[in-house]
């Protein structure tokens, strides 16, 4: 009980400045999640799918590049041809599976992109094979000390990467045509159908830029850890992030990997000695379930509005 | 009538005729692993194809059935294995019950991965906790030796035909049961609540009591088929063999074979259990050579577009495929 209740906050206030630093990292680590996250939040809102396979698509796109960059392209000309491959990819899920599941209740599709993320992770390691790739894109990556706190450079210049485009898809949700049709394709595919929203493009549309965060949010992660299987993991770990913010909220994908990230560190130093240690598999999970019971929604999901 | 007969040469067969004709390698391999999926794709057929609770912890409660046993039938050597299976689907019913009182509040695809909270808070803490495995330094559960009337059923020792009758006789006996909840009242009250919940409640039906009896049901069918995964096919195993692929593979067995429906789960069950088989067997008859690596890709890849196939032709799945093949049959013989 003692080491459960008293020892670990004895420790936080003993030393604040390494609470500090773990508090940052865990930031900066939720920074990822979030971004991960928004991948699916992104595809959820503008059509209404969870989309599990963006979990295997974080893997896909950076085993894209660093394939790319193996035979010899340089790494710009291989970004672009990475995202013109994800864009390709969205077309032909759009023509080879949406299109013929329009109106469909959304736990088939969802199930269907189950379907797809075991194709795309068999495919992707048939064609690029199953070892650990190395990803160089040129972040620095060294540790400094500021106030007595150790950083990491990399992790540094990942989050402001992904606060980047966290920010850019935050505009084009919210001030352009596109974003607003994405918005009616979510609310009612018949209804966006109806007046005149060319179904088929928006999805293409939502589902190449989430191609595309995918293809970031692994190279960030590929560049801290290698670009490997596991990566997909990574994806599970977004999850909870996901129903802990809502899945319709973009600063919820936000504030929610950014408690995740945090909770998860802390519950690791302070607390993972009492149970064992390894608990980060789970405790996300734990947290966004005994908050869903006080709120179903999530943090900044939409209310949910139940008519019979 | 004409299917009480189909069912009743089935198990005939089943019973009377297998055992005594099949060799080791068709027992082990491919009977028992097939009759064990079959029960727990019933049980997640029940949650989610009956109730309408997706759920992606299938591999969790399994494991609670297989510790459960273990626990029970090294604790007490001296109860009946056969009891000792029930039981331990209790316990599962028990842990189901827990991890479904999240549905009440939460629904679709929030519940989905609440579920996965199961899957991987269970596996840890089997993993983690000695006391689970009896501290044994391997970190593995085995099943020991146990006997029913005189004859052993598991452990090293008991031979495969023993084995195999164990999981037919739970399997005949659970699925029957099953057959009949979900043709009963209960069965319809889950279908009610899956089809819109907010009717069902306005007609009488309480969600509480109705969704909580379909996790205990559902998670009674998964640890026992578990513990049958243990103690009657694979003999020892970790936490691994729960993880979440397995889950993911019962779900897939019931895309496949048919959401709500309890011949779905078996025809589900066999073409998973078979299919790699089939892919590792045939291309070397006709001369091709896949090198295993590849193989596993190649049926990541084949599964995954299946799925997505069934549900985009045919989301009632092969069992409707088989019904209509029956009807047509039928019109045939008597135009």
Known sequence: MEALFITPFVEIVDSPIFFMEVVINGMLTGILYSLVALGYVLIFKASGVFNFAQGAMVLFAPLTLVGLMETGVPFPIAFILTILVMIALAMLIEWSMLRRLVNQDGMILFMATIGLSFV?????????GSDVKKLDIGLPDSSFEIWGMLLNTLDLSAAAVAALLVGALALLFQYTATGRALRAVADDHQAALSIGIPLGKMWVIVWSVAGIIALVSGMVWGAKSGVQFSLTLIALKALPVLILGGFTSIPGAIIGGLIIGVG??????????????????????????VFLMFRPQGMFGDKIIERV | MRNHRFIAVVLIIAFGVVPFVANEYWLQAILIQFLVFSLAAIGLNILTGYAGQVSLGTGAFMAVGAYATFKITTAFPEINILIVFILAGGVAAGVGILFGLPSLRIKGFYLAVATLAAQFFILWLFNKVGWFYNDSPSGTISAPPRDVFGFLVTGPEATPQARYLVVLGFLTVFALIAKNIVQGRIGRSWMAIR????????????????????FAVSSFYCGLAGALFIFAWLGSAETEAFDIFLSFQILFMIIIGGLGSITGSFI???FIVLFPIF???VPPMIGVTIPTDLSKHIEEIIFGALIVFFLIVEPHGLARLWQMFKAKLRKRSFP
Request: a negative charge; proline letters at 3%.
């Open chain 1, 120 to 128: 795309l992770e068999g495919s992707s390691q048939i064609i690029w």
């Open chain 1, 264 to 289: 998860e560190k802390v519950a690791e130093i302070y607390w993972g000695p009492v149970f064992g240690g390894a608990i980060e598999g789970w405790f996300a999970y734990m947290l966004a379930l």
């Open chain 2, 195 to 214: 089809d819109m919940d907010i009717a069902a409640e306005i007609i009488g039906i309480e969600p509480l009591k109705t969704k909580l009896l379909a």
């Open chain 2, 268 to 270: 589900g069950a066999a």
């Open chain 2, 279 to 281: 892919l590792t067997n």
